[in-house]
């Protein structure tokens, strides 16, 4: 491994003569079960014969490609390095018989922190509170829950629901899938085009409006956006939203409790609860930035970008999974794929600082977790899948082992106890004196 600059380095890698035999063999092998070739059956055609008739340097090639990230993630995990962003990666020329098969590796590497005092570090710790003012917001909540929508016989005003029949047209052309019959539309609500909502307060049941409007220009379907549309709509009934009162016959339904007072104590409980969780998230990271800021890193911009880079596409790996575009949601949000990168670089600065320091102390501590440690943390982390069965850790870990992943994991749980060391060894003082000492350490303050 050669160290470059801007935390960068090259691995030269060389995959056996043996392996890459294997890989001929198993590429020659999933071809031969598409080829058809005479005297055997389609399907049935040996490796020797594939690489006969297609050439050996052919199949390699394909063998190459097809093996390729497998002998990088090797690379990696073999030479114990934290990469961050895409590698780049040189090949050699094929290899001849029993030659073993070259390549090159450049990539980002996380950078190195030469540790401050992180022994002791203060950092603010706010005490656990509920505001009453949170409480009713979720009692509110619960009541739109159970809400109930009345018909009323009155013209129709700002938060009441319509029943409507509706038909759109540009140019006297109906619109693709602007229609609709028995719909139900909250006014005030937003959904809608502009002026389509508005255009049907005071409307009543029975009763049909012509609306002109327009689309806006940045409209996600691209053949209406700024366009001139005509929108027919009958209102075939106006409801009114009733919430339930705020009673103990509330509380039965909303959370099974007898009284509203009961209701209230629940919610407090919950809500204190769930900030006690998120005090001790918020001081996890004071800490370790406080020990990011004591300690000298260095962290080039490049690594930065990349890092931007690897959440943004982790995030969109995610909404595909929900069914949603990179397109679809630079839309949603109003932004584009640059302002996105760029955004995302304070956070992924910060994140590889904290990496930095975590592996310091990991060396300097000389963490190296059990098997049982790691059991424990496989334990703590499986979750049940859709039948409700939960994988047996000890299987799990049995698994890790014969893949080759049990590193990995060694490395996640040496990094969580370095954090869990670094924690208890802070010291947590008031928001109030941490905002003091930031005002009073700030140059030029």
Same mark, same amino acid.
């Given at each position: 491994?050669?160290?470059?600059?801007?935390?960068?380095?090259?691995?030269?890698?060389?995959?056996?003569?043996?392996?890459?035999?294997?890989?001929?063999?198993?590429?020659?092998?999933?071809?031969?079960?598409?080829? +058809?070739?005479?005297?055997?059956?389609?399907?049935?055609?040996?490796?020797?014969?594939?690489?006969?008739?297609?050439?050996?340097?052919?199949?390699?090639?394909?063998?190459?490609?097809?093996?390729?990230?497998?002998?990088?993630?090797?690379?990696?995990?073999?030479?114990?390095?934290?990469?961050?962003?895409?590698?780049? *990666?040189?090949?050699?020329?094929?290899?001849?018989? #029993?030659?073993?098969?070259?390549?090159?590796?450049?990539?980002?590497?996380?950078?190195?922190?030469?540790?401050?005092?992180? +022994?002791? *570090?203060?950092?603010?710790?706010?005490?656990?509170?509920?505001?009453?003012?949170?409480?009713?917001?979720?009692?509110?909540?619960?009541?739109?829950?159970?809400?109930?929508?009345?018909?009323?016989?009155?013209?129709?005003?700002?938060?009441?629901?319509?029943?409507?029949?509706?038909?759109?047209?540009?140019?006297?052309?109906?619109?693709?899938?602007?229609?609709?019959?028995?719909?139900?539309?909250?006014?005030?609500?937003?959904?809608? *085009?502009?002026?389509?909502?508005?255009?049907?307060?005071?409307?009543?049941?029975?009763?049909?409006?012509?609306?002109?409007? #327009?689309?806006?220009?940045?409209?996600?379907?691209?053949?209406?956006?700024?366009?001139?549309?005509?929108?027919?709509?009958?209102?075939?009934?106006?409801?009114?939203?009733?919430?339930?009162?705020?009673?103990?016959?509330?509380?039965?339904?909303?959370?099974?409790?007898?009284?509203?007072?009961?209701? +209230?104590?629940?919610? +407090?409980?919950?809500?204190?609860?769930?900030?006690?969780?998120?005090?001790?998230?918020?001081?996890?990271?004071?800490?370790?930035?406080?020990?990011?800021?004591?300690?000298?890193?260095?962290?080039?911009?490049?690594?930065?970008?990349?890092?931007?880079?690897?959440?943004?596409?982790?995030?969109?790996?995610?909404?595909? #999974?929900?069914?949603?575009?990179?397109?679809?949601?630079?839309? *949603?949000?109003?932004?584009?794929?640059?302002?996105?990168?760029?955004?995302?670089?304070?956070?992924?600065?910060?994140?590889?600082?904290?990496?930095?320091?975590?592996?310091?102390?990991?060396?300097?501590?000389?963490?190296?977790?059990?098997?049982?440690?790691?059991?424990?943390?496989?334990?703590?982390?499986?979750?049940?899948?859709?039948?409700?069965?939960?994988?047996?850790?000890?299987?799990?870990?049995?698994?890790?082992?014969?893949?080759?992943?049990?590193?990995?994991?060694?490395?996640?749980?040496?990094?969580?106890?370095?954090?869990?060391?670094?924690?208890?060894?802070?010291?947590?003082?008031?928001?109030?004196?941490?905002?003091?000492?930031?005002?009073?350490?700030?140059?030029?303050?």
């Amino acid at each position: 491994m050669t160290e470059l600059p801007q935390s960068r380095v090259r691995l030269q890698v060389e995959v056996p003569p043996a392996e890459v035999s294997r890989a001929l063999e198993s590429t020659a092998s999933r071809i031969g079960r598409d080829m +058809r070739f005479p005297g055997f059956r389609k399907g049935k055609v040996p490796p020797p014969v594939v690489i006969s008739q297609l050439g050996r340097e052919a199949v390699l090639d394909e063998a190459v490609r097809d093996q390729l990230g497998r002998w990088y993630t090797a690379a990696i995990r073999e030479a114990q390095i934290a990469s961050v962003g895409e590698p780049e *990666i040189s090949l050699g020329d094929l290899p001849g018989e #029993h030659e073993p098969f070259a390549f090159s590796i450049e990539i980002g590497v996380r950078p190195t922190a030469e540790l401050g005092q992180w +022994r002791g *570090i203060e950092a603010a710790r706010r005490e656990p509170a509920v505001e009453e003012e949170l409480i009713d917001r979720q009692i509110e909540q619960a009541r739109e829950r159970l809400a109930r929508l009345e018909p009323v016989a009155r013209a129709a005003a700002d938060g009441d629901f319509l029943v409507i029949d509706y038909s759109g047209s540009v140019d006297g052309e109906p619109i693709e899938g602007a229609q609709g019959r028995a719909q139900l539309v909250e006014l005030g609500a937003g959904g809608l *085009i502009p002026g389509f909502e508005e255009g049907l307060i005071g409307s009543s049941a029975g009763e049909s409006r012509t609306l002109d409007l #327009h689309f806006p220009e940045g409209y996600g379907a691209a053949e209406l956006a700024g366009r001139d549309a005509r929108f027919e709509v009958s209102v075939s009934e106006v409801r009114e939203k009733l919430l339930p009162s705020l009673d103990d016959d509330f509380a039965l339904d909303a959370a099974g409790l007898d009284t509203l007072a009961e209701l +209230r104590e629940d919610l +407090r409980a919950k809500l204190l609860e769930a900030d006690e969780a998120a005090v001790e998230r918020e001081f996890r990271e004071a800490v370790i930035d406080a020990a990011a800021e004591a300690a000298t890193i260095t962290v080039p911009e490049p690594l930065v970008a990349a890092r931007a880079k690897e959440a943004w596409e982790q995030r969109l790996h995610a909404l595909s #999974h929900r069914g949603i575009s990179k397109d679809a949601y630079l839309q *949603i949000i109003g932004s584009t794929e640059e302002q996105m990168l760029d955004g995302a670089r304070p956070s992924a600065e910060r994140a590889l600082r904290a990496e930095a320091v975590i592996a310091a102390i990991v060396a300097e501590e000389t963490i190296e977790p059990s098997d049982d440690e790691l059991l424990a943390a496989l334990a703590r982390s499986v979750e049940p899948d859709e039948r409700g069965r939960v994988a047996d850790p000890a299987k799990l870990l049995t698994q890790l082992r014969r893949s080759g992943r049990l590193d990995d994991l060694r490395t996640d749980v040496a990094a969580e106890q370095a954090l869990d060391r670094l924690v208890a060894a802070a010291v947590a003082i008031t928001p109030e004196r941490a905002a003091a000492r930031e005002k009073l350490w700030t140059p030029g303050s």
